[in-house]
């Protein structure tokens, strides 16, 4: 049996994943040849791209959005560009959300940007690719272990 982590080690935990996060911020000053969006954009964004053909119902539900503050959000990422809505097939009276040509080329920049990034720092401290991989794995699973279950 393990013993539990301690307080310390997570929130030492914590902070670091907030630091790298500033590092790779993708609204921020290093952003310059991608299209810009707020944090709210980027969330909605994320989200889009990852489940094409969403709702903008499931995408409120996803991201724990409240629903005007979500339709701010996709009013703002169509009119960048990113975004398409397009009538459900079954059901016109429902939206679907979509991820642009233009949301694909400035998501590979910043996938390119972060994966260069990431290397050279993995690189200079002399981390193996297994490290990432299992770093990876933890990190999914404890984004998945914050998200509230929608089972019951």
Known sequence: MTSPTSDD??????DVVLSVARELDPTGPRAVDVVPLTGTEVLVMRWVDTNPGTTPSATADATALRRSNLSVALGSLVVKGMVE????????????LFPT???????????TRWAETLRAALHEQGI???AVVSAVGLLERIEQGLRPS???
């Open 9 to 14: 080690a997570l929130a030492r935990l914590a």
């Open 85 to 96: 809505r397009r009538a459900h097939p079954d059901d016109a009276r429902t939206a679907q």
């Open 101 to 111: 040509a233009l949301a694909a080329e400035s998501i590979g920049v910043l996938r």
């Open 128 to 130: 193996e690719d297994d």
């Open 150 to 152: 929608r089972d019951g």
